[in-house]
């Protein structure tokens, strides 16, 4: 027997909502969709009239769905805000380069200025590269931290006053159940803090933050948005995973368990004896960081020096057996952002303090390249430690 909408009780309802429960028509569906992120920024004062907003978008569901709801709630209720789309390219063939062909394509329907960023340009490295020589089991490591470092920088270079990324409820949960598997408190402590690195560059906000990943897929499937829906070929290893699969059986039991861990996550309190980390800036290249170095620095010290596992376990044994101190500059700050491919390179040929006559400052590049194959010969031993 067919059933009304339970808003409208005119029209024939068509879905399920997840979030509820509720059967509802399409048009009903899709004005409480919107109200409801509408009340989540307005609650949360995430706008300001006349800021400039960078909207995170990866061609996906959810950044595609953000871009097209952010602009109809922009023009609405009159924000006051310019939204322009910021896209950061990995480099992983097959995947991202298809991807950015649909943020292009949005780029036109919806009328936004569009950014590309890409990893090679600021790190000299593609992740298809970077998983040559790691592997697949840690590159999602290289890939979340030089991700988060690049839209700060694209965001820099476009004068965003904050970037937008479409993190769903689901994320969310996920993000704090794999804090407490981790033990790490400091970041589950901020996880769910709706509007995040206030104390860095550029703040962050999750408009999407009590959205459920279902209804942003009936929402763009209903609208007929143009996404891309491929899963990253490398993401399958990514610990990611396990904490997904975990919220989904959850789920399937009880809808508001998304819900219910979210607000758990906002409850939960911290020692005040408990040590946190403290956050200052890296001190080579300016990012805000809890370290010396920020991770990215650490991460592509590994990548430049031979040694891929340097920076995600415990290293400090192996800089101190190869003598790893940090021995090339990224030659950048956060106002800096001209990154290129040989200001990463560790072994100049101007580098030089030996026989041959250069500069005595520097470190010789004879000696540097002996060095490296010192240690290429030892990789692959090294690389098999666990640590």
């Known amino acids: 027997m067919p059933v009304n909408c339970i808003r409208c009780n005119q029209n024939r309802a068509i879905l399920k909502r997840p979030k509820t429960g509720d059967a509802m028509c399409k048009e009903c569906f899709f004005f409480v969709f919107e109200e409801e992120i509408h009340k989540t920024i307005t609650d949360a004062k ?5 800021e400039k907003i960078g909207i995170g978008a990866s061609g996906g569901k959810d950044s595609t769905v953000l871009a097209y709801v952010l602009k109809t709630l922009n023009e609405r209720y009159n924000y006051g805000v310019e939204l322009v789309l910021l896209s950061v390219d990995e480099g992983i063939t097959g995947y ?10 949005n780029q036109i ?12 340009e600021l790190y000299g490295w593609t992740m298809d590269e970077i998983v040559k020589k790691v592997g697949r089991k840690n590159n999602c490591t290289f890939c979340g931290v030089f991700r988060r470092q690049a839209l700060d920088r694209g965001g820099l270079i476009l004068g965003v006053n904050k970037l937008v990324t479409g993190h769903n409820a689901d994320d969310i949960a996920e993000t704090i159940f794999m804090n407490i598997l981790r033990g790490d408190i ?23 933050k009590y959205t459920y990943e279902k209804e942003i897929v009936m929402y763009a499937y209903f609208k007929k948005l143009d996404y891309f829906s491929t899963e990253c070929v490398y ?20 809808a508001r368990s998304i819900i219910d861990i979210i607000h758990s996550g906002e409850k939960l309190a911290v020692k005040k004896d408990a040590k946190l980390p403290i956050q200052g800036t890296c001190e080579r290249c300016g990012y805000i960081s809890s370290m010396n170095l920020c991770k990215a620095c650490n991460l592509l010290e590994g990548l ?18 190869y003598n790893l101190s940090p021995a090339y500059s990224l030659n950048s700050s956060m106002a800096n952002l001209s990154l290129k491919s040989s200001q990463l390179s560790l072994n100049s040929e101007k580098d030089c303090n030996c026989d041959c006559g250069e500069n ?4 010789c590049s004879n000696q540097a390249k002996n060095s490296n194959n010192q240690l290429n010969n030892k990789l692959e031993t090294i690389v098999d430690l666990n640590f």
């Open 360 to 363: 005595s400052e520097k470190s």
């Open 46 to 50: 995430l706008f300001k009239p006349g």
């Open 304 to 321: 430049n020096k031979g040694l891929p596992k340097l920076g995600i376990g415990k290293t400090d044994r192996l800089r101190k057996q």
């Open 96 to 105: 991202r380069d298809d991807s950015l062909e649909s943020v292009k394509r």
């Open 235 to 254: 993401s399958p290893n990514a610990y990611r995973g396990n904490a997904r699969m975990f919220i989904k059986d959850l789920e399937a039991i009880r």
């Open 186 to 208: 400091g970041r589950l402590q901020r996880c769910t803090s709706i509007t995040t690195g206030n104390e860095g560059a550029i703040p962050r906000c999750k408009p999407f």
């Open 109 to 120: 329907e919806y009328n936004l200025p569009l950014k590309v960023i890409t990893y090679e």
